[in-house]
């Protein structure tokens, strides 16, 4: 008589920090656990231990256990178990839900979003240090960057690396995948914190609508109260040309992105570096965004050695009117986080904006006016972001109001 | 084994090892050596052929005129690093000849070193002392030695032949040019590794010496890094070293982004401090993470007009660029990781060879180490008094040797960058496995999580206040990486069989390594 068996995670010369897991599902005999571990005079007992908790979880009572772990640390080590066994059994009720560990900060509507960065949902080795490179938001990605046979062992990596990874504040974004997979993806990632969802390959708002609609139900469900952000992407001629829809399709949505390599392909053009090919797309995210009040984001730069040229695409970016750009390699954020900065001219009228705007209020005038012009509300508005940015980057100083006067 | 002991650092240490007696670690700076130095033995110019010339056809025959004998002392350098092809051939011919028992004393091992095990097994070698890479480590880590590893800091073996414990019988010194007079040097020939000067000691001290090249130039050899008139035999064979192997690993830039993170935040320290400023002097270590720092650091220069005086290496293609960009006005060199390095030494008088004798010698008058203003440094391990360890892992296997890392904790600044966990297992740890690094010669660890200081150094804490740096007590860190990898390693059982000792650069032992079980 055959036995049930799954099998998950990484193993081989190469694998670090992650671990490979199968387990044989039994009748009778209890729990046996064959371990080989990189870590096994360190970590050999807890991680039998932790084992052995996963699997009473998971109530299950009998089972070979086979793991070859390369220093994976315990979140990581609960999320193959759980995917091997789920292999083994098809859907589990259960779940091995690591205690929850970091409790992210409010995300807020207009928050910064000049960066995000990118990381492959079943890769953990890149999570766990990705917070220090200081990014405003990292996405865990369960859509391109994970092949489809691995998207259930995605899901349960991102789930836990949501309760437990310190990602230094950046926001917390997951890019789901298309359609009804994308829709299942939510139930993973609603009740464990995540701050945004990215909903590739949009062409139609109704298909936000079905994201707004079905996040709002899962959060309901497990009593969360902060709101699911929305951040589309629009990556064909079809979105392109409905984007003001896509960006109004739910109350939720504070961002809109662009993606060009469909793009370009319904174009039937190569994508150039100069990029004089998706002109007009670029342009049209930027103002369904802004008409709608939303942050327009740019695409990804892809060559992670050319720092120059990111940061000539992120200034090109800025002057069209993005808010964003999307890294794949943390060394790109810095040069992100620079070129979006605004520079020395931008800063000075900006403070002298918001002296303006502060006194005005302070004497609870209606009107604020700098020398003999009239500041209007949209011009005050913009200046106090590039204060926030110029802050942010360290350009102005936390007291450069005393400086401003003194 | 004999006696333990407890050190002035706390550590159990045995007073006797291989047979000799041993003094404890007595503290940094507390142990006075007292005597004469040792020396070859007295030779007679007419022993040796008046036109100058050598050679003999083999290496057998070098070994046979040299005297070797069952349970003798062979040394060589390890200046071809991995790309060594000389001591695998001694050891064949050493089976050949039938010996037994000999202690081999390299100034270090590598993995292609590998075969040696089997000339081991086979009592061909008893032991190894000297520092141990790889799979030798591995082998002497699980007791399989005949003998404990002594395992010593460059400057550490240099101390240990001049004072007269350790007697070399025969050197072996591979050499990528040389003379049949026996003058010899690295920096050219296809197998140039740059200096030699890590064979220094042994030209000098060891009763009989034999030079090994495949770049055989009429005398004379210049420069003549090693002396012929030092040299008893000359052995020409076709091919000495890979070249390919001789350029180390260790010298490739990191492409790590937390690695990165690490480097830029060490130079941002060094560049905080009142130490950087025109004229400091600083070394960093050949290990992807230093290199990337100095590169950082090099920007800094040239974006303050700031000017060293001399940087020592490890010298790489990333420190010749300083240097040809008048950056620094010296290279001090002490050994040459890539083949720009070997070039510059070659054609630039200010690309200066050095021995562990002008850098770290404990029985020199004085030495450079202690002059130098800032060294980059790794480690294994790291606990919260700062005390450092690099040769084992937390398993408790010996990985690594010491180089030159003791010699350099003299310097003013020494900084450690180091990641705060190494896949799952923590480097900030309650207490380091072996103990290679006091603490109060360590002041600051870098890691990807932040910056800690040694509360020793008051200067380093007020200098860098304020600028921005992410600056953390060692402990913070420590407890924030125990709840990232669940918590405290267990501690590995080792057995009671002590399989090497660890020498402060003095001398005296530092603590011991136990056996790790298979």
Redesign the interface.
């Known amino acids: 008589m055959s036995h049930p068996v799954g099998e998950a995670g990484a193993r081989g010369k190469d694998v ?2 992650d671990c490979w897991v199968r387990v044989e599902i039994r009748d009778a005999g209890g729990v046996e656990i064959a371990l080989r571990s ?9 991680i039998r231990e ?1 084992a052995e908790r996963g699997l009473t979880a998971l109530g299950i009572a009998h089972a070979a256990v086979e793991m070859e772990d ?5 979140f990581v080590l609960d999320a193959r178990l759980e995917t091997a066994a789920r292999r083994a059994l098809g859907e589990l009720a259960a779940e091995i839900l690591p205690d929850r ?1 970091v409790t992210p900060a409010p995300s807020p509507r207009d928050r910064f979003r000049r960066s995000r960065l990118y990381l492959p949902g079943n890769t953990p080795k890149l999570m ?2 990705a917070g ?2 200081r990014p405003d938001a990292v996405i865990l990605d369960l859509e391109d960057a994970v092949a489809p046979a691995e998207k259930d062992a995605a899901r349960c990596v991102v789930r836990n690396a949501l309760r437990v990874v ?1 990602f230094g504040g950046a926001e917390l974004m997951v890019r789901i995948n298309q359609g009804e997979r994308g829709l299942a993806d939510l139930d993973w990632i609603v009740p464990h914190g995540v701050q945004m969802v990215l909903i590739p390959k949009v062409e139609d708002p109704a298909a936000v609508r079905d994201v707004a609609a079905r996040a709002a139900e899962i959060a309901a469900a497990a009593g969360r109260e902060e709101p699911v952000w929305l951040m589309p992407i629009i990556e064909s001629s079809l979105g392109a040309l409905k984007a003001l829809e896509i960006a109004t399709a739910a109350d939720t949505v504070v961002a809109l992105a662009i993606g060009l390599e469909d793009y370009t392909a319904d174009l039937g053009v190569q994508r150039t570096r100069e990029g004089t090919e998706s002109f007009w797309m670029r342009g049209q995210i930027v103002n369904a965004a802004r008409a709608a009040g939303i942050q327009p984001i740019d695409t990804v730069f892809s060559d992670v050695a050319d720092q120059e040229g990111l940061k000539a695409s992120v200034l090109e970016a800025k002057s069209l009117g993005f808010d964003g750009k999307g890294c794949i ?3 790109q954020i810095a040069v992100v986080h620079e070129a979006f900065a605004p520079d020395a001219v931008e800063i000075d009228k900006a403070r002298r904006v918001v002296l303006a705007f502060e006194e005005a209020e302070a004497r609870g005038l209606g009107v604020v006016s700098l020398g003999s012009k009239m500041i209007d509300p949209p011009v005050v508005k913009r200046a106090q972001h590039t204060v926030k940015l110029a802050l942010a980057t ?1 350009l102005l100083a936390e007291n450069w109001r005393e400086e401003a006067t003194s | 084994m004999s006696e333990l002991v407890k050190n002035a650092a706390g550590r159990m240490v045995p007073t006797e090892v291989n047979g000799t007696p041993q003094t404890p670690f007595q503290g940094v700076g507390e142990f006075r050596p007292a005597g004469r130095k040792a020396a070859a033995p007295i030779a007679r110019c007419t022993d040796y052929p008046a036109d100058g010339d050598k050679r003999v056809g083999s290496l057998r025959e070098a070994l046979e005129k040299c005297g070797l004998q069952s349970g003798m002392t062979i040394s060589s350098h390890h200046h071809f690093r991995n790309g060594d092809l000389v001591m695998n051939q001694i050891f064949d011919a050493c089976a050949e000849m039938g010996l037994k028992d000999l202690v081999w004393f390299p100034s270090a091992s590598f993995p292609c070193h590998a075969p040696v095990i089997e000339h081991q097994k086979a009592g061909v070698v008893k032991r190894v002392e000297g520092s141990l890479n790889g799979p030798l480590g591995r082998h002497a880590s699980h007791g399989h030695m005949r003998g404990a590893a002594v395992l010593r800091s460059h400057g550490g073996r240099w101390q240990a032949v001049q004072d007269g414990e350790v007697h070399i019988d025969v050197a072996v010194l591979a050499a990528p040019t040389a003379d049949a007079f026996g003058n010899a040097t690295g920096d050219r020939g296809p197998s140039a590794c740059g200096s030699l000067n890590f064979g220094l000691v042994d030209s000098l001290h060891a009763d009989k010496v034999i030079v090994v090249t495949d770049n055989l130039v009429p005398f004379p050899c210049v420069p003549w890094q090693i002396q012929g008139n030092n040299v008893d035999v000359v052995v020409e064979l076709d091919k000495i070293g890979e070249p390919e192997k001789i350029i180390s690993g260790t010298t490739v830039l990191t492409k790590s982004p937390d690695r990165l993170l690490i480097a830029e935040l060490t130079a941002k320290f060094m560049r905080a401090t009142r130490y950087y400023r025109e004229g400091f002097s600083m070394q960093a270590g050949a290990g992807g993470t230093a290199l990337a720092a100095t590169i950082y650091l090099k920007e800094f220069m040239r974006a303050d007009s700031v000017k060293s005086r001399f940087m020592r290496g490890g010298s790489t293609k990333y420190l010749v660029e300083i240097l040809e960009e008048g950056l620094t006005d010296y290279i001090l060199d002490g050994q040459t990781f890539d083949l720009e390095g070997v070039r510059s030494m070659r054609e630039n008088p200010n690309h200066v060879p050095t021995s562990p004798f002008t850098s770290y010698n404990w029985h020199g008058k004085g030495n450079f180490a202690s002059m130098v203003d800032f060294v980059v440094l790794g480690a294994t391990e790291v606990d919260a008094q700062f005390n450092a360890n690099v040769v084992t892992h937390s398993d408790g296997l010996m990985l690594h040797g010491i180089g030159g890392w003791q010699n350099c904790l003299a310097a003013n600044v020494t900084i450690l960058p180091i990641p705060s966990f190494r896949d799952r297992i923590p480097v900030l740890v309650d207490e380091v496995t072996t103990l290679c690094g006091p603490g109060e010669l360590i002041d600051v660890v870098v890691t990807e999580r932040g910056i800690a200081i040694n509360p020793r150094r008051q200067d380093l804490l007020d200098d860098v206040a304020g600028k921005g740096l992410p600056i953390r007590p060692l402990a913070e860190i420590k407890a924030e990486v125990e709840g990232i990898v669940g918590g405290k390693p267990d501690k590995p059982e080792l057995g009671d069989e002590i399989v090497g000792v660890v020498k402060w650069v003095d001398g005296t032992v530092l603590d011991a390594i136990r056996r790790v079980p298979e």
């Not at chain 1, 990189?38 to 807890?46: E, F, N, P």
């Open positions: 670090r920090s990189k870590v096994m005079s360190m970590y050999g007992r807890a932790q390369a220093g994976a640390v315990p560990r766990l240090n220090l490179h310190d390699h943390p060394r360290g």
